[in-house]
């Protein structure tokens, strides 16, 4: 069994919540999903063997939740924050 956390800056409300649950839930191999949304995180139990980190960023990323990348360069990585603010579309909107 591997866990991962991801930062995922889009988190904003219980909507956010239920999309990514709805998503990863599914996955063959994902066992737990739990989504922190003070924290913009989400922690992923999953069978390595069944299905492996890129697919489950590819599946968060096709709902609009892409996964945030820690970097040295800090110019990028703002730029990225600052863009991924806005939240889902239904706070969005």
Do not use: W
């Not at 591997?2 to 066992?31: D, F, M, W, Y």
Request: hydrophobic share 45%; charged share 25%.
């Amino acid at each position: 069994m591997s866990q991962v956390l991801l930062n995922l800056p889009n988190i904003s409300c219980g909507h956010c919540v239920l999309t990514i649950k709805r998503a990863l839930g599914p996955l063959e191999g994902v066992r737990a999903v739990e989504v922190d949304i003070a924290n913009r995180q989400v922690s992923v139990d999953f069978d390595a063997a069944a299905v492996d980190l890129d697919r489950i960023e590819q599946v968060l990323a096709d709902e609009d939740y892409p996964v945030a990348r820690e970097s040295g360069d800090n110019s990028a990585a703002a730029a990225t924050s600052e863009e991924s603010m806005a939240g889902c579309a239904c706070c969005a909107g």
